[in-house]
């Protein structure tokens, strides 16, 4: 067809109703430009589906009375309440938290056999909620600071603290599923980050050595070593093979508290003089990118992506420091 002789306010010639210059006018005078438009739309489109978008909350799930809670669970706010200082623990409150660890990997264990593609992150919040509660423990996070779920589900580019939802997951992302249980007064915290069906090389290769950069943090724990010690040997494996490392979010004292000093950098902080003591209990939570290190929040409030949008992974455990090197209490 040759271009119709029509001015830009006119009716387009295709029959749309719409006025000329908004509808075939460019495609007839560029055809060119007009693929290129196409094709920028379409690239805008395949990027947003790729990536995570917020869904719909379920509503909040009850906890039986005879559940203890944290102090936090009974604050409007979820204001954390008891304040702990990272000193050594004594031997009655490491048996309390050899058995909140473990009963915070059994919990991640089951929740991570549930993953698979067509799986709601509001699904596996419910198994952990249930799972939690069956061991007679609180879902930690639940209410934490105003945390409205019972676990963290940070799907892909999310870094951390993601909020369980109606978000579908699919074939090929990968989901870090992060528990934590309040048992007999105490925390356990453990995060491990799981497959959807097939996942691409790059992706399996990032959840390799992001498992590889947590072994390589609890193997530089041992008495005499610093807290900074840790992050550099994560650092100079995330960073040897290419990879970022998180720095806006840390590992972390726990025990009464869900969160206490001392403040583990997953990179080499020289801030960190922190000397490791037999009896201190802490968690080492590496954040490993493929690319930028560089985060951004939801309007949530509450979860954390890369700034590129590019994946993520991450690895946890709970561990206390003993003679010769680190004992982790959450192995299931
Ligand atoms: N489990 C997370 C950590 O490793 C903390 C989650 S806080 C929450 O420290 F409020 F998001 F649940
Ligand atoms: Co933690
Ligand atoms: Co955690």
């Given at each position: ?5 029509l ?7 295709c029959?749309?109703g719409r006025?000329?210059?908004r ?6 005078l560029?055809?060119?430009?007009a693929a290129?438009e196409?094709?920028r739309k379409d690239e805008?489109a395949?990027?947003?589906e790729?990536?995570v978008?917020?869904?719909?909350l379920s509503p909040?799930?009850?906890v039986?009375?005879?559940?203890e809670?944290?102090?936090?669970a009974l604050?409007a706010k979820g ?10 623990k ?6 309390k938290?050899?058995r909140a660890?473990k009963a915070?990997a059994?919990?991640l ?7 698979r ?5 509001d699904?596996l ?6 799972e939690c509660?069956?061991?007679?423990g ?6 934490y600071?105003g945390?409205?779920?019972?676990l ?5 580019e ?5 909020i369980?939802d109606s978000?579908v997951?699919k074939?090929?992302d990968?989901?870090n599923?992060?528990?934590?249980i ?8 453990t ?6 069906g097939?996942?691409d090389?790059?992706?399996r ?5 992001t498992r590889e950069?947590?072994d390589?943090g609890?193997a530089a ?9 840790i ?18 979010f840390?590992g972390?004292?726990?025990g009464?508290a869900?969160h206490?000093?001392p403040?583990?950098y997953?990179?080499?902080n020289?801030?960190?003089r922190?000397?490791?003591?037999p009896?201190m209990t802490?968690t ?6 493929i690319g ?5 929040m939801?309007?949530d409030?509450w979860t954390a992506?890369t700034k590129d ?15 010769t090197g680190?004992e982790v209490l959450t192995?299931?």
């Amino acid at each position: 067809m040759t271009a119709p002789t029509l001015a830009a306010n006119d009716p387009c010639h295709c029959g749309s109703g719409r006025k000329y210059k908004r509808c075939h006018r460019i495609a007839d005078l560029d055809p060119a430009r007009a693929a290129a438009e196409q094709a920028r739309k379409d690239e805008a489109a395949r990027l947003a589906e790729a990536h995570v978008t917020p869904g719909r909350l379920s509503p909040r799930r009850e906890v039986p009375e005879h559940i203890e809670r944290p102090p936090y669970a009974l604050d409007a706010k979820g204001r954390p309440g008891v304040r702990e200082s990272g000193a050594p623990k004594d031997a009655e409150t490491l048996e309390k938290m050899r058995r909140a660890g473990k009963a915070a990997a059994e919990v991640l264990q089951v929740v991570g056999a549930a993953v698979r593609p067509g799986v709601t992150t509001d699904e596996l919040d419910a198994i952990a909620h249930e799972e939690c509660l069956k061991r007679g423990g609180y879902p930690s996070p639940l209410g934490y600071n105003g945390f409205p779920k019972s676990l963290c589900t940070s799907v892909n580019e999310v870094i951390c603290h993601g909020i369980p939802d109606s978000t579908v997951l699919k074939d090929g992302d990968i989901v870090n599923l992060d528990v934590t249980i309040y048992l007999d007064g105490v925390h356990g915290d453990t995060n491990a980050t799981f497959f959807v069906g097939e996942v691409d090389e790059q992706s399996r290769r990032l959840v390799e050595v992001t498992r590889e950069c947590l072994d390589l943090g609890i193997a530089a724990v041992k008495p005499g070593a610093r807290v900074r010690d840790i992050g550099k040997a994560i650092q100079a494996h995330a960073e040897g093979q290419g990879y970022g490392v998180v720095r806006a979010f840390v590992g972390h004292g726990i025990g009464r508290a869900f969160h206490s000093d001392p403040q583990v950098y997953h990179y080499d902080n020289p801030s960190a003089r922190t000397e490791l003591v037999p009896g201190m209990t802490f968690t080492i939570e590496p954040m490993i990118t493929i690319g930028d290190w560089h985060h951004e929040m939801w309007d949530d409030g509450w979860t954390a992506v890369t700034k590129d949008r590019s994946r993520t992974a991450q690895f946890e455990h709970t561990l206390v420091v003993t003679e010769t090197g680190a004992e982790v209490l959450t192995r299931a």
